[in-house]
């Protein structure tokens, strides 16, 4: 955080004492800029800076001003950290330009079976590049052999989660080979994703680009995801999710619906998704409520004939779905539409493929 200030001369002395006045007075560790380096850690992509990075994020949060985490353009291992909030201010920076982090091996016992980078009650706290090697490839591996009880008892970790956060900025990342979902999103509130890119490949198991479940006013923009499973799935629970300018493929395009786990599940509300191009289906399989879709200026291929697909629940139909602008291609072929217990307007466009809202049973 640089601040500029513009004053005469004469002035500058004294300002000068009063703002380092006031940072004393401010907070007892007067902390404005760290960097994890100087709570131990070692980028030698070998020793563990789990311990250096939840040094560093206690001392952030316990400051009473902001704090720029600065993670320098080196490589480090790190074991699952779970960081936790609230904290004293809400302005944490990450600053990890030209970084990377490094996940231990899915048999590592120090990576946790949910995630590998977990925020928790979090408020405020942007990460600003990075580059996130979620290490996967073995476990994939493991899980397509014959053998795949000799992966258990790891179940993968999805790389990063914010859960119960609010506020945050999560800008020029990339997340590369997650060994589940690469960035999850639960019960959060006001997220942007600006310019994340997303990658694994198109033939690896539940790698999920972006998952939003129970959160709401998510922005999801300028954002590259290619990756083996549903590039954006939106779990229950979601409401106004806006998602612009995403391209997305290898993956299976975007997926609104239910986690199936039987309970009555809240439903997805208030979905937009603008100038975004996709190879691979678009999907609305459901059983939660659904209403609200927008899907405007879409192009792509699909991977699978029905190039979308509108599979509400008979019990309780997706409502509102609006369609505006839509080009999806199959590689073979004429691709098709499917709509079950779904109510939508065709706006304006052309769409292809065609789709008859007043048909859907
Ligand atoms: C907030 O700051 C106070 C000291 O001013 C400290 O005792 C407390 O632990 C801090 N809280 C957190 C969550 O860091
Ligand atoms: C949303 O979060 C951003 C930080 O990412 C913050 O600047 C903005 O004020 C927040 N908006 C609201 C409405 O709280
Ligand atoms: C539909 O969702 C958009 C955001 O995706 C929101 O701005 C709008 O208010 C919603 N409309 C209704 C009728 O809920
Ligand atoms: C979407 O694309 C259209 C046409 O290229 C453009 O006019 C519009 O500003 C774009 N909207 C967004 C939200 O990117
Ligand atoms: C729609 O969903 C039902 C129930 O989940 C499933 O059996 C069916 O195969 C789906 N149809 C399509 C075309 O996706």
Redesign the pocket.
Known sequence: MATVIMVNSSLLPLLIFFIVLLQLFSS?SAVNSITIENFGAIGDGITDAGPAMLAAWSAA??S?VPVDILVPRKTYFLTSVVLNG???NSLITFQMEGSTLLAPDYKDTKLSSDYWIRFNGVQGVSLIGGFLDGKGSDFWKCKASTNTASCLPNTGASSLGFLNSKDILVQKLTSSDSKLFHLVFLSSRNVTLDHVTIKAPGDSPNTDGIHVQGSTQVLIQDTGIMTGDDCISVGPGTQDLQIMRVNCGPGHGISIGSLGKGAIEAGVEGVLVRNSTFSGSTNGDSGVKVSNVTYSNIVGTSATPIAMNFNCSTTVPCEEIILEAINLNLINGQPTSFCHSAKGTVRAGVISPTINFNTCT
């Open positions: 007892t949060c316990t009473l609230p904290c004293n």
